[in-house]
Structure formats: structure tokens, C-alpha cells
């Protein structure tokens, strides 16, 4: 599968597929502005001069004028591939997001499915998921990123589009319509852009939690069995290593997670096993997203009796609130 990095203009983008902060729609300079209130690209009269043979499919509606996907047949190809089309200040760019190599019958670009802008770091982002048909059985969804530069215009987000923290492809329908699944492009990307923020530990993909204004990310030193928990609420993430909820054992591996809401305040909890016997690491987030560790919390409830799964633990909490 061929990425090409490539850069457009797409300023004042809100999603109505996906979550967009304020910030997305007023950080845009005067220039970029202009854009936005640009013509919209001719994406049949690019494609005719390409040879490019357009194809017929429904594709999420992208707000800014100025942007358009196109889904096609190139020249020589017989299976079909899809990129974005965008009027900048420099004339009309093309993203391509995904094509065949020459006179391979797979993979196959079927539909631009969803869209959502989000922001990490004051960075902003947009991610677009397609439909691949990559043999003739198998369906997946897949995502593409940009990230704005200073100057407005998006640039092809290599540290997400190349990222191999996510290993399991996520499977679409192949006899049935997809439902936009854009929000789970952004929870990826969230958690893709945390998981080196513990040096030597590895990132548990499967144990990661992204909200509206607050995400949850548990690493684990296998050799020397040790795990830390991290909460990002927008600022310096924390991180609490589990010795906090077990005292001097250790932490074999992470059983689950999950997280409970209660009076505006948000509790992480992952169930881990020791050496002795199974531990509770929880992490809140309070209003104004202040994070601490509530261990006195979580050392009163593994007093109550045996954790044997993350059900419990949750009841135990919910009655202690």
C-alpha cells in the first residue's frame, strides 16, 4: 500500500461526523481563511486530466469547501484507489491516501467513510477512515491522519499513518453499509501518540481508555515485573507506578481496566496481578481535570475480600463513593 506525504489547506473544519474543539475552528491564519471560501475543487475535471477513471461511490461529506475526496481508477489499474482533493493558496493539491502497486488486484479503496477533527497538544488533527478490501474475503476499516502545520495547511501525519502500535486490523462489513467509526481513528490516535511516553515499558493497547477530556494508558516491564498508569487530562500526563496500590509486590501483568463516572469526577481502576495476590491501581480525575492517585481508596476495597475480576472491583468502588 502506497502513502505519499503530501500537504493541503483545510482550515475551519468541523466534523459533523466526529468531535471538533473550539480551538479547530479559530486557530486558522487570514490567509487560510480565504481558503475555506475558496471554490470547491473540480474533482472530475482533476481526474480527467490524470486518466483517471472516477468512481461512483457515497463518501462522507467533508464541510470545507475546499477539500473533496475522490475515489478512482488510475490509469493502467484495475481496482480502484482514493485520495483528497484540496484548493490551496498555491493552486490544487492531491492527497493520495491509498492505491494498489501497479497491475495488483488488491488492495481495493471502496469508500471514504468518516471524518472527525480532534486536537492533542495543541496540535490539530484530522482523521479520514476508508474501506479496504485487501483479498477477496477480507473487509477492514483503516485511518488516515494530518495534522495542521503553523501555517494552516495539513501535512500527512507520518508518526500516526506508519504507527504499529495497533496490530489487530479492525474488520467491515462486506455485505453491508459501515457505520462511521471515525471516534475510534481518534481514540487510536490518542493512544498511538502516548505510547512511548513510559521509556522501557510496553504499551497495552488493549487497556486503553479515551474520553472527552481525559485518556487512561497502562505499560508493563514484564522482566521486571513492574507496571505503571498513566492519565492524560490535556496538560503533563502523571503516571503512578503500581508499587503505590501494592505496597512491596509485584506487578505480573495487567488483568483489565475500565473506569467508573461518579459526582462529575472520573475513576480508572486496572486490576493487576501480584505475586501474593491480585491488587487495584486506581487514578480520578477531578473537575478542572485534576488527577491524583487514590490509593487509600483502592487499599480499603482489596481489604474487602478477594478481586478476582474488575465487576467486583467496580461494585466495591461504587459503594464506597
Known amino acids: 500500500m502506497k502513502k505519499l506525504l503530501s500537504v493541503f489547506a483545510l482550515v475551519g473544519f468541523v466534523a459533523t461526523h466526529g468531535a471538533c474543539s473550539a480551538s479547530d475552528a479559530s486557530s486558522g491564519t487570514a490567509a ?3 481558503l475555506k471560501d475558496a471554490s470547491a475543487p473540480d474533482v472530475s475535471k482533476y481526474a480527467a486530466q490524470q486518466g483517471w477513471t472516477s468512481v461512483k461511490a457515497s463518501t462522507v461529506p467533508l464541510p470545507s469547501n475546499d477539500i473533496a475526496p475522490v475515489l478512482y481508477t488510475a490509469k493502467g489499474d484495475s481496482v480502484p484507489s482514493c485520495g483528497l482533493l484540496a484548493r490551496t493558496a498555491a493552486g490544487t ?3 493520495e491516501m491509498m492505491s494498489p502497486e501497479k497491475g495488483a488486484g488488491f488492495p481495493q479503496c471502496l469508500v471514504i467513510n468518516d471524518a472527525a477533527a480532534f486536537e492533542v497538544r495543541n496540535r490539530q488533527y484530522l482523521v479520514i477512515e476508508y474501506i479496504v478490501r485487501d483479498t477477496v474475503e477480507d473487509f477492514y476499516r483503516q485511518y488516515f491522519y494530518l495534522h495542521r502545520d ?17 496490530t489487530d486490523p479492525l474488520p467491515a462489513s462486506r455485505d453491508s453499509v459501515n457505520a462511521p467509526r471515525a471516534q475510534e481513528g481518534i481514540r487510536r490516535a490518542k493512544g498511538t501518540l502516548l505510547s512511548k511516553a513510559v521509556p522501557g515499558m510496553r504499551f497495552l493497547g ?9 485518556s487512561f494508558a497502562a505499560f ?8 505503571v498508569f498513566l492519565v492524560d487530562a490535556g496538560a503533563k500526563p502523571a503516571t503512578y507506578g503500581h508499587e503505590l496500590f501494592a505496597k512491596e509486590d509485584k506487578c505480573e501483568s495487567v488483568l483489565a481496566s475500565g473506569k467508573l463516572e461518579n459526582a462529575g469526577k472520573t475513576y480508572y481502576l486496572a486490576l493487576f496481578k501480584g505475586a501474593v495476590r491480585n491488587h487495584l491501581g486506581i487514578v480520578s480525575v477531578a473537575p478542572g481535570n485534576a488527577i491524583a492517585a487514590e490509593t487509600s481508596l483502592a487499599l480499603a476495597i482489596e481489604k474487602k475480600g478477594t478481586l478476582a475480576d474488575l465487576k467486583t472491583a467496580k461494585e466495591r468502588l461504587k459503594s464506597s463513593l
Do not use: Q
Not at 150 to 162: F, H, K
Not at 207 to 212: H, I, Q
Not at 220 to 227: G, I, L, P, Y
Open 32 to 34: 487560510s481563511r480565504t
Open 93 to 95: 493539491e492531491f492527497i
Open 150 to 166: 503553523p501555517a494552516g495547511r495539513y501535512i500527512a501525519d507520518s508518526e500516526l499513518n506508519d504507527a504499529v502500535v495497533w
Open 206 to 214: 488493549r487497556e486503553f481508555m479515551s474520553g472527552k477530556s481525559s
Open 220 to 227: 508493563h516491564d514484564k522482566a521486571n515485573e513492574k507496571c
